[in-house]
């Protein structure tokens, strides 16, 4: 037998004996599957597919589908509030409010009840916070949602237009408002003692106010530059025009 045939019929062993290998691995598999599959139908309130983490997630970190595996789990053993793996799209987008740890059950108790603000920014555009006061932010009454027009005075005594429908991402005064509800719902859960004397306190803590010292806006990308100068050189006025305010604005 002449060496070229030696090594073609050794090849031939060679793919044949991988091929074997490769079956009694795909059998092995199937069968360890199908055995977990008998398993998890013995466990008493059945199975649901979840999501478990590949890895550390940090808190703050954005929750997407490339840092999960989809695992079934035994509804018996599944943790409270873990969010089954159809009901994501729900979760996608938001921030982690706590860490989760390698392998651990996504629940709602680690993200966020709604997606940030800044997370929404469309694209073009940039979330730029400017300083900003009381007297020339519509008397500390900004919100988020609303849409304002931004103005600003020139070194010759003119006021010129820096750009118009300009969404408020968040305030200084929006964090203060969301503490005073805050107080409010807890309060009204407690007893008829702590619902009397903290009546007061959140009447008097919103009387007192507090005063405006920044906004964030999402302003586009080609009118950063622009802003940011005229917000050094001077004062920018926050304007909202009637034609732009929130059409329930006189509900809330």
């Not at 599959?37 to 929750?63: C, H, N």
């Not at 509030?81 to 799209?89: E, L």
């Not at 073009?124 to 008397?139: E, F, I, K, Q, S």
């Not at 103005?151 to 503490?179: C, H, R, Y």
Request: charged share 20%.
């Amino acid at each position: 037998m002449t060496q070229k045939k030696r090594f073609i019929i050794s090849l031939a062993a060679g793919i044949v004996a991988a091929l074997c290998a490769a079956l009694f691995l795909l059998g092995q598999a199937q069968s360890a599957a199908h055995a977990q599959a008998e398993i998890l139908e013995q466990f008493e309130g059945g199975t649901q597919d979840v999501l478990v983490a590949k890895q550390r997630i940090e808190s703050g970190t954005v929750l997407s589908k490339e840092l999960f595996n989809e695992r079934t789990w035994p509804g018996l053993y599944l943790p409270e509030g873990a969010v089954p793996a159809q009901d994501f799209p729900q979760i996608e987008g938001r921030r982690a409010s706590a860490t989760i740890l390698t392998g651990e059950v996504l629940t709602t108790f680690r993200a966020f009840d709604k997606q940030l603000p800044l997370d929404r920014l469309a694209p073009g555009m940039t979330a730029v916070t400017l300083p900003a006061d009381n007297v020339h932010a519509l008397g500390g009454e900004l919100l988020r949602g609303m849409h304002l027009t931004l103005m600003a005075g020139t070194g010759d005594g003119k006021v010129v237009k820096l750009a118009q429908n300009i969404e408020v991402l968040s305030a200084n005064t929006a964090a203060v408002q969301m503490n005073i509800n805050a107080q409010a719902d807890s309060q009204q859960s407690d007893s008829s003692r702590s619902v009397l004397t903290g009546a007061a306190d959140s009447q008097s803590t919103y009387s007192r106010g507090e005063s405006l010292h920044w906004v964030t806006l999402a302003i586009p990308n080609g009118q950063v530059e622009q802003i940011l100068t005229a917000s050094r050189a001077g004062t920018i006025h926050f304007v909202l025009p009637a034609s732009e305010a929130p059409e329930d604005s006189e509900g809330e």
